[in-house]
């Protein structure tokens, strides 16, 4: 009797016990949430050590820093001018005018050197060629401008 008992239950559990599922679905959307926070709270980290770094006083300035920046990083085929006005996503953007001709334009609060880097940054990996979508942009591109931006580490 007791040997039945034992079966039967086990074989309820394994028909009706719902909670190893939505166990594993809690646990897979903590740690897809806890992974998502931590890539959030890296890159307003990383940007915002940019945004600290070296003011850029003038557009004067601004082009002799993209100049000596652009030897850093061996961009000195690319034409690159920079300008102050409003950016439409964060304080600053890499826009492709033409053939290697391209634009960076900065924000009040962007005009540093570090974000100018980070600007640089996707001029250099390619990213302001042709927007990739949504995802390859915010996980690999603006990570990897980011890390530059900030500390100079080439990904
Ligand atoms: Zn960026």
Not at 9 to 27: E, L, N, V
Not at 140 to 153: N, R
Request: net charge neutral; hydrophobic share 35%; proline share 3%.
């Amino acid at each position: 009797m007791e040997e039945y008992t034992q079966e039967q239950h086990g074989k309820d559990s394994k028909i009706y016990d719902p909670y190893p599922f939505i166990r594993k679905i809690i646990k897979t959307n903590f740690i897809l949430s806890c992974a998502v926070l931590t890539w959030g709270f890296t890159l307003a980290t990383l940007n915002y050590k940019a945004c600290r770094s070296e003011k850029i006083v003038d557009e004067t300035h601004l082009q002799e820093i993209i100049i000596e920046e652009s030897k850093a990083l061996d961009m000195k085929n690319k034409d690159i001018t920079g300008r102050f006005t409003e950016a439409p996503f964060g304080h600053g953007q890499a826009i492709k005018l033409d053939y290697n001709k391209y634009e960076i334009i900065l924000d009040k609060k962007g005009r540093n050197r570090g974000v100018l880097k980070h600007e640089l940054y996707h001029i250099l990996k390619g990213h302001a060629e042709e927007k990739d979508n949504l995802l390859i942009y915010l996980f690999i591109e603006e990570p990897q401008a980011a890390l530059y931006g900030a500390y100079g580490i080439k990904l």
